[in-house]
């Protein structure tokens, strides 16, 4: 800070009023917004122009051109989505910084994107670059070299407001003296309603945000913070981040972002494109096993089984119990023949084929080879018999002729079958029903549905597998009849038995042979004309790459997809968020697909719901990266008003005394109300609450002043209605003269044992964990179903029924309490329970 003195705000300029001030710092912010849009909008042409080129055809003298296009359109591609992405606040900041002496110090406009003017000079800095971090980091007592940080509010492409953080007003230009307005922009953030998707912060990324979203990629980070601290937004702040950051690395690999359930993935999908990324593969547990869309949520006590690391030796068993020896040996009907394999042949060929330590299904071929091979053998000495059963007649007679006797001599030490023989044998057995079925009776090959099918349905098949590890009423939970949809829970047991069934992939690699004979003839034929057009191989065009874009095959796919549809697919990142929620088998899961072990870890654990998921991170984590995990907490709550934390915090001292709440920052809004309504009342007195809610976080956005910020959410509510227990009169705060509606976003978040009563009672609400649930206004939840979503008003139907419902009933009704960002209800028909009952 500068130690001259100087004036305050007020005293800066006699002759400027404040709506003076505002209007010239629009005005000026307003031509720079409108120079970064010309200049998206002329990149956007240029890569459209390239697109619609294309690569162009032809070769000899215009071979260089060509190469240069095709390089040029798969870049124009990359390019065009990453701008057709940013289109919304692409400009949302600007850095001064300190001046020296007499001269200005250098300003910068911070955005989703970095730009350049026509002579190359920066335009716009990308949010991730080093030059932008200050933008981020300085504070009042530590502001480094910033005199001043400005945040721009558009609409659209016009700029409605600015907001200043002043750290050294000696070091800002005259004229910029002259022009600072505003408010903090966090609390502005904050105080807007809900749209049903989260909106990104990278306009309000705070310092504690900052440190996870830039830290390094290697190793695992544990982000541990409690509700509305922002740590889901960090976590895909920082997957924007490392992908800038480490393109080179991640790029080619990827990064996955698993997610709790499918309306979270819509709820965040807008984050990445508008942060400059499109290219990151969005997942739930129950969609990690290619060709699966789990939904469906196991009973507790089933769900604690399945998730039980224990399950991986059950499916271990399971396979190897199914690769069986025959009692008495191996006897099947052929050409009229009974051809038969010992048992201890049959033995040696099973343990043969266990001893590659390979998968189920590769295994196969070498226990198949060995019993086609035995049963050739045998069908071979057997018609050898019946060959030599009138020469023996002959023998036992003595009339063999001498040239015959000669004959036997010469062949007595030549083998039966040469190896030709017994392939073509082999080949001709394992074409026979019978011969295929009675080997595949002892090693079948299997999918992983088949397997666990199976395996579901055999209560006997269930007890060997299980063995001594589990107890009879274990077992029992995971009987089913076969052919049921799968549960989120089967998952990752579908994705531990691929492991252990494994893929026979000769076709493919002999497919894959061949097509990389095919290519090394295209990238030879490639390099002969590069060579006789004159041009290097370099980081622009090889003759590897020129070959990849000329095979014809098919549409492209980008990294993101192919990714999704591999199960064995190494990914160079993954974000699991609402990660307190995973299994043990489900980590098993997540841990295959991320070899290096770089790993972003964003959850809570004093919200688990799940009664598989974890108790503590050193729980999960320690037996893949033991004492190699770090962890960053983040301690401030962003969303929920104290008044409503304060309850929170009581939830959260009896389930997880542990744990230590975040901090609110905000302290506006009403406490939380409480409102008996019987169970016979419910279908009329809900609707009305319903309506009184979201009537209370309605909000119009004022235009008149462009920076007077919107009135704190100060609703007056009036004493309830006599007739209807629920009907309250809400008094929304008043507003400045608006063009502008912002509908709040409602949630009812309900008990097990009420979630049909109020449904029926809503029946243009939108239900449950789909997507489309997002558009409605209001939402019915279960509070599993609400994890990592936030809403303007929440109200909880039946908190003891949520208390009840499971062991992690208190860690649900914590969850259920921290959505709101301005409003929430209790509806309760006996009394509350203890924690709420002031």
């Not at 209800?825 to 002031?838: E, K, N, S």
């Amino acid at each position: 800070m500068s130690t001259g003195q100087v004036k305050p705000p007020s005293e800066i300029s006699a002759d400027r009023s404040p709506g003076d001030a505002r209007a010239a710092a629009l005005a000026a912010e307003q031509r720079r917004v409108a120079r970064v849009y010309a200049r998206l909008d002329a990149e956007r042409a240029a890569a459209e122009r390239v697109l619609s080129a294309g690569p162009g055809r032809g070769g000899g003298a215009g071979f260089q051109a060509q190469i240069e296009r095709e390089v040029g359109v798969a870049e124009a591609g990359r390019r065009l989505a990453r701008l057709n992405g940013v289109e919304r606040a692409l400009v949302f900041g600007r850095i001064d910084h300190r001046g020296d002496g007499d001269e200005p110090g250098d300003t910068f406009y911070v955005g989703r994107v970095g730009l350049r003017d026509e002579d190359r000079e920066p335009l716009l800095i990308d949010w991730r670059a080093a030059a932008a971090r200050p933008f981020y980091t300085a504070t009042a007592s530590d502001p480094g070299t910033l005199a001043r940080r400005r945040h721009l509010h558009l609409r659209g492409r016009t700029v409605r407001r600015v907001d200043d953080e002043v750290f050294d007003l000696a070091g800002l230009r005259p004229g910029d003296r002259a022009e600072i307005v505003g408010e903090a922009a966090l609390l502005a953030a904050l105080r807007r309603g809900r749209t049903g998707r989260m909106g990104d912060v990278v306009a309000t990324i705070q310092e504690e945000q900052d440190r996870v979203i830039r830290s390094g990629l290697q190793g695992v980070l544990v982000v541990q913070g409690g509700p509305g601290t922002g740590k889901t937004v960090a976590a895909l702040h920082r997957a924007a981040y490392l992908l800038y950051t480490y393109r080179d690395v991640l790029e080619r690999r990827g990064v996955l972002i698993v997610g709790p359930n499918a309306t979270f993935l819509r709820y965040i999908e807008q984050v990445l494109p508008g942060l400059g990324e499109s290219d990151v593969a969005l997942a739930t547990v129950g969609e990690l096993f290619p060709g699966v869309r789990a939904t469906a949520e196991e009973p507790p006590d089933a769900a604690v089984v399945k998730g039980d690391v224990r399950m991986a030796g059950l499916v271990e068993a399971a396979v190897r119990d199914l690769q069986r020896v025959p009692p008495g040996g191996l006897a099947v009907e052929a050409d009229g023949l009974t051809l038969r394999v010992p048992e201890d042949a049959c033995r040696r060929a099973r343990d043969r084929a266990r001893a590659l330590r390979a998968g189920h299904n590769v295994a196969r071929r070498l226990f198949v080879h060995d019993l086609l091979d035995a049963l050739a053998r045998d069908r071979a000495a057997q018609y050898d018999a019946l060959a030599d059963e009138p020469i023996q007649e002959m023998i036992d007679a003595g009339t063999v002729p001498a040239w015959l006797q000669e004959l036997m001599d010469e062949a007595e030490d030549d083998p039966l079958l040469d190896e030709e023989d017994v392939r073509l044998s082999k080949a001709m057995l394992w074409e026979q029903p019978a011969v295929r079925a009675a080997i595949d009776a002892l090693w079948p090959e299997l999918t992983p549905a088949r397997l666990l099918d199976g395996l579901f349905a055999d209560a006997d098949a269930l007890r060997r597998a299980g063995g001594d590890a589990f107890t009879a009423d274990e077992l029992a939970l995971l009987e089913r009849p076969p052919g049921l949809p799968w549960t989120v829970a089967d998952v990752p047991l579908l994705d531990e038995a691929a492991e252990w069934l494994g893929r026979d992939d000769s076709r493919e690699r002999a497919r894959e042979r061949a097509a990389a004979q095919a290519r090394a003839v295209d990238e030879r034929y490639a390099r002969e004309v590069l060579e006789s057009a004159g041009i290097e191989e370099s980081d622009v065009v090889d003759a590897a790459s020129l070959a990849d874009r000329n095979a014809d095959d098919g549409p492209r796919r980008t990294t993101a997809e192919r990714a999704a549809a591999d199960r064995e697919w190494a990914y160079g990142h993954v974000i699991v968020d609402e990660a307190q929620e995973l299994s043990a088998m489900a980590w098993r899961s997540v841990m295959r697909r991320v070899p290096t072990r770089s790993l972003t870890v964003v959850g809570d654990v004093a919200q688990t719901g799940s009664a598989a998921g974890a108790r503590s991170w050193g729980e999960m984590l320690d037996p893949y990266v033991a004492g190699r995990w770090r962890e960053q907490r983040l301690m401030v709550n962003y969303r929920t008003p104290a008044a409503i934390m304060r309850v929170a915090e009581r939830v959260l001292a009896r389930v997880a005394p542990d744990q230590v709440p975040p901090e609110p920052v905000r302290d506006d809004g009403p406490p939380p109300f409480r409102v008996r309504v019987s169970p016979t009342d419910l279908p009329t007195a809900l609707p009305a609450l319903i309506t009184t809610e979201l009537a209370a976080v309605t909000t119009k956005t004022p235009t008149a002043e462009p920076n007077t910020p919107p009135a704190a959410d100060a609703a007056a509510v009036a004493a309830a209605d006599a007739a209807s227990p629920a009907a309250r009169d809400a008094a929304p705060a008043a507003q400045d003269a608006a063009d502008e509606v912002d509908a709040g976003r409602l949630a009812v978040i309900v008990s097990g044992r009420r979630h049909a009563a109020v449904c029926a009672a809503l029946p243009d609400a939108g239900v449950g964990a789909a997507p489309e649930a997002l558009d409605a206004p209001v939402v019915v939840l279960t509070a599993g179903e609400a994890k990592g979503l936030e809403f303007d008003a929440v109200v909880v139907v039946d908190p003891a029924g949520l208390l009840a419902a499971s062991p992690r009933g208190g860690q649900d009704l914590y969850v259920a309490i921290t959505r709101a960002t301005r409003r929430l209800t209790f509806v309760h028909d006996g009394d509350l329970p203890p924690d709420l009952a002031d």
